[in-house]
Nanobody, 126 residues
């Protein structure tokens, strides 16, 4: 069983930056691909970014490419999401998740992720 706790959310002006962290405890964190998702009020949860267990392979949704960077520190059991050039449309609750399928691909489907954090709010003012 893996427990995930997100932090780093907050209020930022449009064009600003935030770095989200996701700390993992329990389970074999180092072997799981990890993902970040977000959910805005009244909308479905959507994929943001994913990273392989080694950290060598990443995958982003088109709307954040060039602005967001996902990374992981295996020793610290933490995954990060660096968010630059934030826009009002990035405002949402952000969740990290762990994929224990053991597959070779990185998934954008929430249903492929088994463990989820409680989320952290990101608010972007225009």
């Amino acid at each position: 069983q893996v427990q995930l706790v997100e932090s780093g959310g907050g209020l930022v002006q449009s064009g600003g930056s935030l770095r989200l962290s996701c700390a993992a405890s329990g389970g074999t964190f180092s072997r799981y691909p990890m993902g970040w998702f977000r959910q805005a009020p009244g909308k479905e949860r959507e994929f943001v970014a994913a990273i392989s267990w080694s950290g060598g392979w990443t995958y982003y949704t088109d709307s954040v490419k060039g602005r967001f960077t996902i990374s992981r520190d295996v020793a610290k059991r933490t995954v990060y999401l660096q968010m630059n050039s934030l826009k009002p449309e990035d405002m949402a609750v952000y969740y990290c998740a762990a994929d224990r399928r053991g597959a070779s691909d990185l998934s954008a489907r929430p249903s492929d992720y088994d463990y989820w954090g409680q989320g952290t709010q990101v608010t972007v003012s225009s």
